[in-house]
């Protein structure tokens, strides 16, 4: 069975990244304020800890990450791996797959399928990154009674509207802020920075407060950006009614 449909009535997103170099903090941090901002249930799915020397390593990074949010370490070649994240497949439920192109997203539905129902492709060997295999969605029925959505690696994540995912996965900045002196403090160089204060003594990573800020302003940005554009065509709509009835006025009767 394959749908063409969008990522609404989604129970669950599994984020799903591998313990090789395409794991990236900050681009996970992305994929987690997305998932989080639509307020279904997330889960990281690691895939390739066959391929890691010290796979927990990769957990704990994600569990550094965000602590709100389950960890499935696997091997998605390897069913005998999947018991955790087939615990997510129940009957009734949808599950959306997202991340990178090439960290197993098809494969995984493969192996929870336990056939082959989606091609799947090899990865560059320098940097890990997948070659675009899957191009469009699709909806796959588990025996179990669940339905996976397979998205395709997506080549840009924007930011858009998403304040809400943004807090959520970075409740220990916002949390950190709380102690600033100042209601508005901008965390740059005012005195009493709870945050720079939480940099300087190690409790935070300096980039993942980068990565926040960065996440804020392309958020304020693109969200700017849509209002403008939304007053625009409103205008625009505006003056076309007004053109319209203008030349009603003067037409010759
Ligand atoms: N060893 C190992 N290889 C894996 C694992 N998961 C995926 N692979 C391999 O990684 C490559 C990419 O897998 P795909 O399933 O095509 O990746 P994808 O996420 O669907 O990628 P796109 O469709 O491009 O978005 C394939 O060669 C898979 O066999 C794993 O857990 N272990
Ligand atoms: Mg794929
Ligand atoms: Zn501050």
């Known amino acids: 069975m394959e749908v063409q449909l969008i990522a609404a009535n989604v129970d669950t997103i599994f984020v ?3 313990c090789n170099e395409e794991f990236n903090d900050s681009r996970l941090e992305r994929y987690l304020a997305l998932a989080s901002d639509s307020g279904v249930k997330v889960v990281v799915v690691l895939t390739k800890k066959d391929l890691a020397d010290d796979p927990d390593a990769y957990a704990d990074r994600v569990r550094t990450i965000t602590s709100n949010v389950a960890v499935e370490l696997v091997n998605a070649l390897d069913v005998s791996t999947l018991d955790g994240t087939r615990a997510w ?4 439920q949808t599950v959306a797959l997202v991340g990178s192109s090439g960290v197993g997203k098809s494969t995984l539905v493969n192996t929870l399928a336990g056939r082959e129902v989606q091609l799947t492709g090899s990865i560059r060997e320098d940097d890990a990154h997948g070659r ?3 191009t469009s969605r699709s909806l796959h029925l588990l025996e ?3 339905l996976l959505l397979d998205v395709p690696g997506l080549r840009e994540l924007g930011m858009v509207d ?6 959520e996965v970075f409740n220990d900045v916002e949390a950190l802020a709380l102690r600033c002196r100042f209601a508005d403090c901008a965390h740059q160089a005012e005195p009493g920075c709870g945050v720079r204060a939480a940099i300087d003594s190690g409790e935070l990573d300096e980039r993942r407060f ?4 960065k996440m804020l302003r392309e958020e304020a940005r693109n969200t700017a950006t849509i209002a403008e554009r939304h007053q625009q065509s409103r205008r625009f709509g505006k003056r076309v009614r007004q053109a319209m009835k203008e030349r009603q006025r003067f037409r010759p009767s």
């Open 89 to 92: 497949c129940q009957t009734g």
């Open 132 to 134: 675009h295999t899957t």
């Open 144 to 146: 179990e009674g669940a």
């Open 16 to 18: 799903v990244t591998s």
């Open 210 to 213: 980068r990565n926040y800020e």
């Open 162 to 167: 998403l304040e809400r995912g943004v807090a």
